[in-house]
């Protein structure tokens, strides 16, 4: 046997006993015979360099520290799942889905794992990258922390498609946890708070080598491609474990949500037996083409939902309530608490949320609390123990006044919030508008931080965020810590902030409840700022995913003469506020249409013919309205849908009269 058939047999075999060992958790051969084995292909590789492989079972150690990770774009979104704490939530949730979809199918239920979200690529089965979930649209590639985990195969075998991306959680198993903390302990440092915490911050270490040392796993439990085998979620994650990934056993497929909730039920008892931590149940609709005809929200798919199990809770001493003030003006109460451990972290202070909750539980100063963990993340007051109450104590009395400029508070009919009006005076929600247009999925202006804002609003340099793009240099060196370099930087930064797109533009305006993806979607919609802030409340509730409360906020922000005067300013100034959306399309001539894609197609796949609507200016609806333009339909049209289409008049066109409107 020649050089490189051995070494490609002992890749082949250290492959084969890796997937037995860290997927299949069976063990074919001695650690000894296996170190062996790999000792050997070590040895083989060095002596001959031209046989290398980037994708070789030696390559997992890890390789050189890096800067930074590269920022990429995901290809299809990775969004975040609506949570659930109720089994009157997953009835309605089941509702929701039954009045979207006319024909029969299944629900498919995960574990949820405590974890991080990983998406990677393959193509012609070779792992290209690894992307971490990051704001859902951009993430960072960590291919190289990725291919140290020896659960996640490098190289495929078996038919899998040519490209293709799928998802998972990466964890820390608790046995692999404790030993870590027990090691930490004899070199007499701090243990890892908890699992979740320390798999996340190992996966975004610049060091692959200290990653390679680290026990992560992987779960994958998401595929997603224009190639797929099946329209099923669970036969595709079936046939993906013969292709070498670590597919979760512990899924089931239910036809009814009663199903689903015995799911949930089951694994409430036997969660504390697993050897990962999970927090709750995943509910997923299994049919593919049922998926994306319902279609996501602006933050979630609407055929997928999470059930979270109770968390953990804690008592301690609430010392005082304080309040802190956003940028919009919003007063939020905060628990001051007697430090108390709570889910692997030592908790200080905590959310009461408006009036209406300390109301409710009837919260006061010095009484003893319970708080949780919402959603395991953010804490929060769920319980007073009445029991340990000061019999002095009296009944806390919620703020009239604003706490940083004594403003009289308002609160609109229908808000659990109160507000401080004074927008123009108030020091917090000027600095947080300041913070908020400058911050990195805003204008990304660098050198431009917290600390340097207040120094320039104390000076008197800056009042409205536009006189930002008026300072110079002779302003910036007297700031403390302010050298010429900095300044010069800074300066740079902020003149080449007025290339940054329109969307992100009017994401900076700070307009109250337009986060990025609506930002997006009403730049796309309406083109420039001139057509948006024309734009009364009827016409923006029309825009998908546009609700009466986003539309009223729009509204309200561009009747008031100062933000349109601030705003003239900034397109002077130069900055974008129309949108490159046009160029991207291939002709205008389904523009304003909305249109329903239903049943199945020769040649086309559901997603392929919405994005041609999309490249010819339509837009595309889950469900069929008295708005909708025409339906695409195909073979095996709902039954339901179609007799909407009649009731309403809608007019129902075939794939050959609809490739005629394009072309």
Known sequence: MNIKNKIDLLRSKIDEYNYAYYVLDKSIISDFEFDSLLNELIRLESENPQYFDENSPTQRVGGEPIKEFDNVKHKYKMLSLANSYSTDELYDFDKRIKKLVD?????VCELKYDGVSISLTYKDGILIQALTRGD????????????????????????????????????IPIKEFEKMNERRVD??????????????????????????NRPLDCFLYYLIGEDLPSVSHYENL??????????????????????VLNFIKFWD??????????????????????????????????????????????????????????RTGAITPVANLEPVSLAGTTVKRASLHNEDQIHKIDIREG??????????????????????????????????????????????????????????????????????????????????????????????????????YFLKKEDLLPLERMAE?????????????????????????????????????????????????????????????????????????????????????????????????????LSGSLKGMKIVVSGIFDNYSRSQLKKMIEQHGGKNSSSIS??????????????????????????????????????
């Open 103 to 107: 024909e029969d199918f299944n629900y």
């Open 136 to 171: 859902g649209v951009t993430g960072d590639n960590v291919i190289s922390n990725v291919k140290t985990i020896k659960s996640i195969p490098l190289k495929l075998k078996g038919d899998f498609p040519s490209f293709f991306e799928i998802r998972g959680e990466i964890f």
């Open 187 to 212: 070199k007499g440092l701090e243990v890892y708070s908890n699992p979740r915490n320390t798999a996340s911050g190992t996966i975004k270490l610049l060091d692959s080598n200290e990653v390679s």
């Open 238 to 259: 079936q046939k993906a474990k013969s292709w070498g990934f670590k597919i979760p056993s512990e899924i089931e497929k239910h036809k009814t949500i009663d199903g």
């Open 269 to 326: 008892k036997e969660r504390f037996n697993l050897p990962f931590e999970i927090d709750g149940i995943v509910i997923k609709v299994d049919n593919l083409e049922i998926q994306k005809e319902i279609g996501f929200t602006s933050k979630f798919p609407r055929w997928a939902i999470s059930y979270k199990y109770k968390a953990e809770q804690a008592l301690t001493k609430l010392n005082k309530i304080s309040f802190q003030v956003g």
């Open 367 to 468: 009484d003893c609390v319970y708080i949780e963990k919402g959603g395991e993340i953010i804490p929060k007051v769920v319980a007073v123990d009445h029991k340990k109450r000061d019999l002095f104590s009296k009944p806390f009395k919620y703020i009239l006044n604003c706490p940083a400029c004594n403003t009289n508070l308002i609160r609109n009919s229908g808000d659990a919030k109160h507000y401080c009006p004074n927008y123009l005076g108030c020091p917090p929600q000027i600095k947080g508008k300041f913070e908020h247009f400058i911050s990195r999925k805003a204008m990304n202006i660098d050198g431009l931080g917290s600390e340097t804002i207040e120094l320039l609003l104390k000076n008197n340099l800056i009042t409205n965020v536009s006189d930002i």
């Open 485 to 585: 370099k900095s300044a010069l930087n800074l300066l740079e930064s902020i003149e080449n902030s007025k290339q940054i797109p329109f969307e992100r533009v009017l994401f900076a305006l700070g307009i109250r409840y337009v986060g990025e993806t609506v930002a997006k979607t009403l730049a796309h919609h309406f083109q420039n700022i001139e057509h948006l802030i024309s734009a009364n409340f009827d016409t923006l509730i029309e825009v998908d995913e546009i609700g009466d409360k986003i539309a009223s906020s729009v509204v309200d922000y561009f009747n008031d003469e100062m933000n349109i005067k601030n705003i003239q300013i900034l397109k002077e100034i130069g900055l974008q506020f129309n949108s490159n959306y046009d160029n991207e399309l």
């Open 626 to 663: 008295k708005n909708t333009t025409f339906v695409l339909s195909g073979e095996n049209m709902g039954p339901a849908k179609k007799a909407k289409a009649e009731k309403l008049s809608v007019q129902v066109i075939s794939l050959d009269e609809f490739l005629n409107k394009i072309n």
